[in-house]
């Protein structure tokens, strides 16, 4: 704002129109009016900046400025006509200074547009429900219900090409397959038995559990381990009769350490009421044994061989809790370390 008027009231220098927030560039022109009206070291003058809508004083410390001005210039021995001189020098260095406009307000800040992230397929990632060989390319399971057994593919089926494209390898495979939109159907040709056969698999979206869609409300696989420590066989023929929990679990797994004291306690409360627990691991016989003899498990423990009756019950890490009935029907199907949800199934089947 540009100021209109340099005036002199009462012992004040008023500055119409000017800022407020200007205000501290008049200090040197204060300290000189001050000395002139009040006399050395009676500096008393006050300034006032007037603006249309603000009205604000800034009053001047007693003292200080003489010696301010002293720096300047030797105002005690100059002549009047110099004084008047440097006052208005000052004088034309505030206006200018009050003239300076205020900077523009700033700019708004708008925040982009983003894209919006692209969402997985409804049901999760496109399946057919087979495990296939890496090397090979062989069908080495095909999963109950699934896409691929619905269409007839058999364990053995050796995978040659997926709607004419060469299939190299199992991970071509599987790439091939989960880049299919859900509901497409597929070409696959396979070498049996010496011939090629096409089959047209549609494609289907991936469960959230295949263990638990694929197994519950079925007859449980069927399975012989060595049994390697407890008092009941690891043979499910053997249970029949009985609710059994199939547990699979590593000597190194956390989370099957921390449910150990649990399934002891089952095993103590309820194997006089017909409970059977099944411990299956595929390491070392001997690691196994050392660890139940540390941990004093009083439950069947089995050694699952080549993980084979890992693969047959589609585990889908460890621990994994399998509860059969005493018909040999899948119950429940429970991944991790969920005891709770263990302990709550089994009185209802005793």
């Keep these: 704002m540009i100021a209109r008027r340099l005036v002199t009231r009462g012992g004040e220098l008023v500055l119409e129109g000017v800022e407020a927030g200007q205000r501290g560039v008049v200090i040197v022109a204060i300290a000189q009016y001050s000395e002139r009206a009040h006399g050395p070291g009676e500096a008393q003058a006050r300034v006032r900046c007037v603006t249309p809508t603000r009205r604000s004083t800034l009053p001047w410390r007693r003292g200080g400025a003489r010696q301010q001005m002293t720096r300047m210039t030797d105002t005690s021995e100059a002549p009047r006509e ?13 206006l200018a200074a009050c003239s300076t406009p205020a900077p523009p307000p700033p700019k708004p800040v708008v925040e982009p547009v983003r894209a919006a992230a692209p969402q997985p397929e409804a049901g999760g990632p496109s399946w057919v429900g087979v495990r296939i060989d890496e090397q090979a390319v062989r069908v080495t399971q095909v999963i109950k219900g699934a896409p691929a057994d619905k269409a007839g593919l058999q364990i053995g089926d050796q995978i040659l090409s997926i709607d004419g494209a060469p299939i190299a390898s199992g991970a071509a495979f599987v790439e091939r397959v989960r880049g299919t939109k859900n509901g497409d159907t597929l070409a696959v040709v396979v070498v049996r038995g010496g011939g090629k056969i096409t089959f047209k698999i549609r494609v289907e979206p991936r469960p959230e559990s295949i263990a638990q869609s694929s197994l519950i409300g079925k007859p ?34 956390g989370p099957c350490a921390m449910t150990i004291p649990r399934l002891k306690i089952l095993h103590d409360k309820f194997a006089g009421s017909g409970l059977r627990i099944v411990g299956l691991s595929s390491e070392d016989p001997a690691t196994i044994r050392e660890f139940v003899t540390r941990a004093a498990m009083t439950y069947t423990i089995g050694h699952d061989a080549d993980d084979k009756i890992s ?16 018909a040999g029907i899948v119950r429940h199907v429970i991944v991790g370390a969920n005891m709770d949800a263990v302990e709550a199934a089994i009185p209802a089947l005793l």
């Design 82 to 94: 110099r004084y008047a001189w440097v006052m208005r020098a000052l004088c034309l260095v505030l």
């Design 220 to 253: 449980a696989p069927a399975f012989e381990a060595a049994t390697l420590a407890g008092p009941f066989s690891s043979k499910l023929a053997d249970l029949r009769g009985h609710v059994v929990i199939v547990d699979f679990w590593a000597t190194w797994c």
């Design 311 to 326: 693969s047959a019950y589609l585990r889908e890490g460890i621990p994994m809790f399998v509860v059969i009935d005493k």
